[in-house]
């Protein structure tokens, strides 16, 4: 009896490795972050503060790309930037220029599928 529950946990471990493995593919493709600011030099943040620039980050990594990247602010209003042209290797900024208190959800489209979600907050 010992034998099958290590048996049945060795595959379950496996399966669950297994699926993780597309996930991961899947995002070694595109970087994508949000800075508070927009020189290439920011680091990604999860809060900013209500004053500080903002900035939603892209690079794509494997091949020259279209991506949509909208914003959802904490009234529930979204707006997007669409068919923005990538250059692989190359980092983009679009900036966010809300100074509303709260969190906000940065969504990153390739071909219609979503490649990154990003959440902060904007503090103050």
Not at 12 to 32: C, D, E
Not at 78 to 103: D, F, H, M, W
């Amino acid at each position: 009896m010992k034998g099958l529950k290590t048996l049945s946990a060795t595959l379950l471990a496996i399966a669950l490795l297994a699926s993780a493995v597309p996930a991961t593919a899947g995002a070694a493709a595109y970087r994508h972050y949000v800075a508070c600011g927009v020189s290439e030099n920011a680091k990604p943040r999860h809060k900013c503060p209500k004053r500080a620039k903002k900035g939603a980050f892209f690079r794509s990594v494997k091949a020259d790309v279209r991506y949509s990247v909208c914003v959802k602010f904490p009234t529930k209003k979204r707006i997007c930037a669409k068919a923005q042209p990538a250059e692989k290797g190359t980092l983009y900024v679009n900036k966010i220029t809300s100074n509303i208190p709260g969190k906000h959800k940065v969504i990153w489209y390739v071909e219609g599928k979503r490649v990154g979600l990003f959440v902060f907050r904007v503090t103050g």
